[in-house]
């Protein structure tokens, strides 16, 4: 595992894009809209990590929720995980909650799922994995 990603909450991408890139002296390499959701989010590579800043799109976005409560700040922090599926087994017989049952298509090429933060010490947990393309091969391995 390593931090793949953390992820801050913002009230408006466009003028925390430019502080951010104030603070670190480049701009963002991506900016991309996650409709599931309901965020949009730009992405700052910080050596073999990254920050990511979440606006929300609608009133019922995670992310609206989290400001109308917390206001802007760290969000999230995101672990990179090899094989999801066996991770989230793996967390479920530890104890750990998860938010949703299963991984969904998120941001910059990920499948992620997040860890109810009643069961992380108050930290909301993404776990994330690159998403490979599978062959059919796999696809059976994985229903087996
Ligand atoms: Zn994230």
């Known amino acids: 595992?390593?931090?793949?990603?953390?992820?801050?909450?913002?009230?408006?991408l466009e003028s925390s894009n430019r502080l951010f890139e104030k603070l670190l002296g480049f701009p963002p390499y991506k900016e991309e809209s996650v409709d599931s959701e309901g965020v949009i989010t730009s992405f700052f590579k910080l050596g073999d990590s990254k920050l990511e800043l979440l606006q929300a799109?609608?009133?019922?976005?995670?992310?609206?929720?989290?400001?109308?409560?917390?206001?802007?700040?760290?969000?999230?922090?995101?672990?990179?995980?090899?094989?999801?599926?066996?991770?989230?087994?793996?967390?479920?017989?530890?104890?750990?909650?998860?938010?949703?049952?299963?991984?969904?298509?998120?941001?910059?090429?990920?499948?992620?799922?997040?860890?109810?933060?009643?069961?992380?010490?108050?930290v909301l947990v993404e776990l994330c994995q690159e998403i490979k393309e599978t062959t059919e091969n796999d696809k059976e391995n994985r229903n087996q």
Do not use: Q
């Open 1 to 12: 595992m390593k931090v793949e990603h953390i992820g801050i909450a913002v009230e408006e």
């Open 57 to 122: 799109t609608h009133a019922d976005s995670p992310i609206a929720k989290f400001l109308n409560k917390r206001k802007e700040g760290i969000h999230h922090v995101a672990f990179e995980v090899e094989d999801i599926s066996s991770e989230i087994i793996r967390l479920e017989k530890e104890g750990f909650k998860l938010i949703t049952p299963t991984p969904k298509r998120g941001a910059d090429n990920k499948l992620v799922v997040f860890l109810h933060p009643g069961t992380t010490n108050g």
